[in-house]
């Protein structure tokens, strides 16, 4: 039975690993993590560090939410009928 893992980057999911001989192979899911792609791992610690390399070189950052100004709309008509 082969064993498989999802793999996170912050809220994002960062691929599958697989374990095989002699490791882990990865497959991602991002398109930022591509160059990791079908690499053998030794283990979990080894490809969250290269995910880690990968992001701070990248320098890429989730995805904010969009913000809401509903708080400021309901504020500005209260003024407004004042």
Avoid: C, K
């Amino acid at each position: 039975m082969t064993d498989a893992y999802v793999i996170h980057a912050g809220e994002q999911t960062a691929g599958i690993i697989v374990r095989e001989p002699g490791g882990f192979h990865f497959f991602a899911s991002l398109p930022a993590l591509f160059a990791l792609e079908g690499r053998l791992f030794s283990g979990f610690g080894e490809l969250h560090r290269a995910i880690d390399e990968i992001q701070r070189a990248a320098q890429f950052r989730r995805p904010h939410p969009p913000r809401s100004n509903w708080g400021r709309r309901f504020h500005e008509a209260g003024r407004r009928a004042a």
